[in-house]
């Protein structure tokens, strides 16, 4: 997977946009950030709670990791994008989405992990 199929991915979930911060674009709904690349390194950042980040973790270790420090132990979960496949990446990016999004939007626009 690639940056690029990230982006993609990302934009395509209901009222999300693109912005950036400290130097990296990310993606936001409602102005609130749940996912981040790092083109130059090739890697994701999903928005994850703890509990969140250990299943994804578990279930592909190749992929994903805590971010390190505070953030990581919050849920923030870096993704490998060359050993994602697309399925997983829009799982993470969906339940990133939902967790950061005003209630009355996330359930208007309620995405399944399979959509």
Do not use: C, Y
Not at 7 to 17: F, K, Y
Not at 35 to 47: F, L, N, Q, R, Y
Not at 53 to 58: E, H, K, L, P, T
């Amino acid at each position: 997977m690639t940056v690029d199929d990230f982006r993609r991915m990302a934009l395509g979930l209901p009222d999300a946009t693109e912005s950036a911060h400290m130097g990296h674009p990310d993606f936001r709904v409602r102005g609130k950030i749940f996912a981040t690349i790092w083109p130059d390194e090739g890697w994701g950042m999903v928005k994850l709670t703890p509990d969140q980040q250990a299943a994804f973790v578990q279930a592909e270790r190749a992929v994903f990791m805590p971010v390190k420090g505070g953030w990581g132990r919050k849920g923030a979960t870096n993704v490998r994008l060359e050993s994602a496949n697309p399925t997983t990446v829009r799982n993470a990016l969906v339940t990133a989405r939902r967790n950061v999004a005003p209630k009355t939007l996330a359930s208007k626009h309620d995405l399944s992990v399979e959509d």
